[in-house]
């Protein structure tokens, strides 16, 4: 049987400080625009929804910006978080490759998510915000914003996306256990969600629409603030710790990867395992490959146009430069609800137009194969979102095996599946199908893009 190796650093070493690759780029990323004058927002165009901490991290180009030494210590339930080293998957494939894997599953909400969520309450709090408003799709960021707001004293409203809210009821449980209220989106509680719903009573929401209902309710009210769990440079930010985190296990294994790989929706969770990897490779370390994997039926980086989109289907957001499907766009139903966003992280999107980082996209039922042989062979069994990495690892494996490369692989399993089974009791019944991407509803979606002079 093959070994099970584990990498913890110790409690004393967890990250101080968050990395921002703004610091390190080698030209600064397009500048967010208001939705109304389309010139540069500045700070008291975010202050509806942020607070003044949160905006002057998304702007800044520090290098280091210091964790909160509260926030340092709610992290300490679950962090560091293990690094493993993938024996038993290795073997099944039979390549040569070292596969390692960051395992954020470990947290109380089971992803990645509460690594921004604890600090965005924290910060909301400090500055006395009483409520926050938000979205999520499959629900691991709204249930990680619910457990930080019950930490802090803050009351949470989620609109989930209404495919999620059906397919994830358990996932609205774990919010509703944390003290948050769910919603479904489109709901009849904002003017966005009735706009839509009128349009067509049976849609089946997005994370652009519940994002315009969020954004709509933290506008609206003063004692309500917006908190995102992906896309903007701050919630990326905070996710590095993942990577920095890493690099120390890593040097105790005494490797040190040649590919880095992360699913990608709006990009929180691989911006955490690749930054800080990629921030050593600006700064003048040696080259890696690092590799973005997303749904064929929402390909954002592999099909969707680099330009100045809302990040909303009102268009109550700023515009930001990012590769897009359209605001409008609407995802099929797919389980890998946290992927299902029409647009990619700003930094994330510059990243890749500067050819510092490649994508990749696959089918469900493909990243569903691969999440079930590496739930058979390391344990875990990872949610529908973490299936994409593993799939984009599977390939990565056997090219190594096809070409005799004894490459060194890390990944980011950026959370469990246990709230998902019916997804893969789907998948295992042959009642799980490949959806596509409707192409005149992209074109339609493209062609409605802002026109910035």
Known sequence: MAETTKYLIDESRLPKDWYNIAADLPQPPAPPLHPGT??????????????????EQEVSTERYIE???????VFRLWRPSPLYRAHRLEA??????????KYEGVSPAGSHKPNTAIPQAWYNAQEGVKKLSTETGAGQWGSSLAFAGQLFGL????????????????????????GARCIASPSRETQAGRHILEQNPDHLGSLGIAISEAVEVAALNEDTKYALGSVLNHVLLHQTIVGQEAILQLEMADADPDVVIGCTGGGSNFAGIAFPFLGLQLRGGRKRRIVAVEPAACPSLTRGKFAYDFGDTAHLTPLVKMHTLGSTFTPPGFHAGGLRYHGMAPMVSHLADLGLIEAQAFHQTACFEAGVLFARTEGIVPAPEANHAIKGVVEEALRCKAEGRAETILFCLSGHGHFDMASYQAYLGGKLSDSDYDEKELAMALSGLPVIA
Do not use: C, H, N, W
């Not at 949470?156 to 059906?166: A, C, H, L, M, N």
């Open 38 to 55: 389309r010139q540069p927002i500045g700070p008291a165009d975010l202050a509806p929804l942020f607070p003044m901490a949160i905006i």
């Open 67 to 73: 964790i909160p030494e509260p926030v340092r210590e």
């Open 92 to 101: 099944a494939l039979g390549t040569p490759a070292k596969i390692f894997y």
């Open 155 to 178: 009351d949470v409203t989620v609109f989930q996306v209404r495919v999620s809210y059906d397919q994830k009821p358990y996932r609205r449980a774990l919010m509703e256990t944390y």
